[in-house]
């Protein structure tokens, strides 16, 4: 299932720009400065192309702006707008992040002084919460976040299958069987075979 709908994506991503020649098993042909012609791109370099070609593009819009900002800030942001304050480890709960990824942002959201932090009640953790000055962006960031949300749903209908929904699957396939099991079990697999070829 999740195989088929990998190609889906790839097909929808790809196709547009590009013939495929399935019997020989690549893309002969791209209309990208970054994806090379001569050389099959690795699942790694496909989604960070994708990542380059999503999140550029709606930072641009908040350099436009002029706004000191970053898509990476707005989950932590919707977040907190939801929650009011919240300890780092509510925040990753809530915003569907790594304890890790969400204390990174967090880090990086105190330099920009869009988060103040402050002592828990226990005295162990750190509560965080937006400061004014993100509160003032929230005006403009709300407007872009609704183009950015439409020309979303535009590209989802664009594609054999919507890429939104295809990332909820691929997250969902690997949160029950993560990626490092799977090469090991295939690795595994390959070094039986050629012992007893």
Do not use: C
């Not at 939104?164 to 690795?187: D, K, T």
């Amino acid at each position: 299932m999740f195989k088929a709908s990998f190609d889906a994506f790839l097909d929808g991503l790809v196709n547009r720009n590009a013939a495929v020649d399935r019997s020989r098993g690549r893309w002969h042909e791209y209309h990208s400065a970054v994806i090379s012609p001569r050389v099959t791109p690795t699942l790694g370099t496909l989604l960070r192309h994708l990542i380059e070609l999503l999140d550029g593009a709606v930072e641009a819009r908040y350099v436009a702006a002029k706004l000191e900002y970053r898509p990476r800030y707005t989950p932590v942001v919707r977040a907190l707008l939801e929650l009011g304050s919240a300890s780092i480890q509510t925040i990753a709960q809530h915003a569907g992040l790594t304890h890790s990824a969400a204390s990174q942002t967090v880090a990086l959201m105190t330099k920009a002084r869009l988060v103040r932090s402050q002592v828990g009640a226990d005295g162990r953790e750190r509560v965080i919460s937006l400061s004014p000055r993100a509160l003032d962006m929230m005006p403009e960031l709300e407007r872009l976040w609704e183009s950015t949300n439409a020309a979303a749903r535009e590209l989802d209908g664009e594609l054999t299958m919507p890429l939104s929904s295809l990332v909820q699957e691929a997250i969902r396939a690997l949160e029950q069987r993560p990626f490092g099991a799977r090469i090991e079990h295939l690795a595994l697999n390959h070094y039986k075979a050629t012992r007893l070829a």
